[in-house]
């Protein structure tokens, strides 16, 4: 009975869940409002549209939410 909803302006659905919306992305694992908040839609926060900007839903910014490009585990250059 999950609802999902695809942000038109990010392009990143969002499942419904009563244990915790989660974000499909469009590569990668999936994750948190806050997640995609910090990575998406703060960047598009001045545009009508995104349906991700509900401070209430986003929550609070978990660490490791903000893109790493070099995660632990991962090689660096
Ligand atoms: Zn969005």
Redesign the pocket.
Known sequence: MADART?S??G?TIKQNALGDQVIFSYGPPGTRSK??SR??KF?GDRP?????DVSSVGAVQPGDEYEPFPDGQPKP
């Open positions: 942000c302006l990010c990143v995609l908040w998406v839609c598009v549209g995104c349906i991700n900007q």
